[in-house]
């Protein structure tokens, strides 16, 4: 089987050593860079020529979709798996409109990413079985992708990640923990996400998370 060369990007640097350790094992599997954020993702595609991008959703920098439209077209153009901690509806169509072969979870064995890679590599579609649905739920209409669009372009990145976490019953301290910031700064995402989404409670950005189908 022809070797795989691949570009590991995601911005958190102890993520990225375990993903490597774990392809290290496949004989077929190459890791020809990693980056941390969307400049670093494009010098490293630039640079790596990779076959397959292992793409964080959420970058500093703009996120995934940014890294998918900024990087150079090498040739052929590597093609793009997700590897994300979020299944949030929003986060894997958005990545897949945005021109991604496949989504997987963080939960993923390292068999089950090397398998994952090759099959991208070979031009197939991957997506973790929960997250098939969305896309297929996007493609019959089932989700209003347009609304959802719009109302979280309203959203930072940083709001996103604090409103799916809240609307699926973490407490402020448990998202503080998450996310690594303080329990005031959550205060003040969750403040502006309510203003912008016009909510007054938490409870109702539960039900409008869900009826969304973002949680």
Sequence with gaps: MSEVKVVIVDDHAMFRTGVRAEL???????VVGEAEDVDTAVKAIAEGKPDVVLLDVHLPGGGGVEVMRKAPAVDGSPRYLALSVSDAAEDVIGTIRGGARGYVTKTITGAELVAAIQRVSGGDAVFSPRLAGFVLDAFAGT???ADIDEDLDRLTEREREVM????RGYSYKEVAGELFISIKTVETHMSNVLRKLQLSSRHELTRWANDRRLL
């Design 143 to 145: 989700i209003a992708i």
């Design 164 to 167: 799916r976490l809240i609307a």
């Design 24 to 30: 290290s094992r496949s004989p077929v599997i190459r």
